[in-house]
């Protein structure tokens, strides 16, 4: 089972959208889409997101499922639009309930804001599995990232989100609230059992010090044997060092506080005020 995977890269937040398609039928599911936002002017494009759905119904297929493998802190996500133009369920990790208590607390939603997961059409627990034509996909619940981060397996590739990057770049940092460098490593574990040949797609990339181009693309053997930070069979306790010692450096992504409001309710913007705006918050000193 060899999906077709078109790659869409976003350079404003380095992340990696794609798009898969079952070669046998019309099917397809996209994976973490992004919706473009200025932080400046406080406004919305649909710029990034138009590609894939040109992409999508230029060669008429099916979109059946839009998936994110977590919810992202770094850009928007473009899931509701895309759902409103082709359709489609919005899947996510059943543990995004955690992620909406913790960061329902931190921007003090009020009770209208559910935190069980309802915002989103399917909620996937570790080892469920999922039909996109003829390719099944099996989900891996890969903690670490954040609480309720998924990798989605669907025949000889898998999607890891964030928590392996190419192989020169490592990992993906484990401070948010509710990330762990511990249960990183284990879910990196539960990845490269997968066989060899697997092809990987990751969330982002930042160009790593001497490559010339973005890539995305790489192999389990690949990340066992070269990946920086927990290849050539680096232990657990090596790595969340590595890895804590790391996160200590790094400054927060530039759209976290608007990401995190938007995504934690399934890419839909805050109920809008009287005014028929809607509004996002930033809590002062309280990330
Ligand atoms: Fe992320």
Request: aromatic residues 10%; negative net charge.
């Amino acid at each position: 089972m060899t999906p077709d995977i078109t790659a869409f890269f976003d350079e404003a937040t380095n992340t990696i959208s794609y798009l898969l398609r079952d070669p046998e039928s019309t099917a397809c599911a996209v994976i973490d889409s992004v919706l473009d936002f200025d932080y400046a002017s406080g406004r919305t494009d649909t710029r990034s997101a138009d590609a894939i759905v040109a992409f999508i119904r230029e060669n008429q297929l099916t979109l059946e499922w839009v998936l994110e493998t977590h919810v992202h802190a770094d850009h928007l996500s473009a899931a509701p639009y895309i759902q409103q133009e082709l359709g489609g369920k919005i899947g996510i990790g059943d543990r995004i309930t955690v992620v909406q208590h913790t960061f329902g607390k931190v921007f003090n939603e009020g009770t209208q804001f559910q935190r069980d997961g309802s915002q989103f059409d399917q909620l996937f627990a570790e080892g469920d599995t999922f039909q996109i034509g003829a390719l099944t996909g099996r989900v891996l619940h890969t903690p670490g990232h954040t609480p309720a981060c998924l990798t989605y397996v669907i025949g000889d590739a898998a999607f890891v989100g964030d928590t392996l990057f190419m192989p020169d770049f490592g990992t993906a940092r484990c401070d948010f609230p509710g990330g762990s460098a511990a249960d990183l490593f284990d879910s990196v574990q539960k990845i490269l059992s997968l066989p060899d040949d697997t092809r990987i797609f990751v969330g982002h990339d930042y160009m790593a010090p001497g490559r010339e181009e973005y890539a995305w693309e790489t192999t389990v053997g690949a990340q066992k044997a070269l990946n920086i930070h927990v290849g050539a069979g680096r232990s657990r306790a090596d790595f969340v060092a590595l890895r804590e010692a790391r996160d200590a450096t790094l400054a927060m992504p530039r759209l976290i506080i608007p990401s995190l409001q938007v995504n934690m309710r399934a890419g839909r913007m805050p109920e809008p005020d009287d005014n028929g705006i809607s509004y996002l918050k930033v809590p002062l000193n309280g990330l």
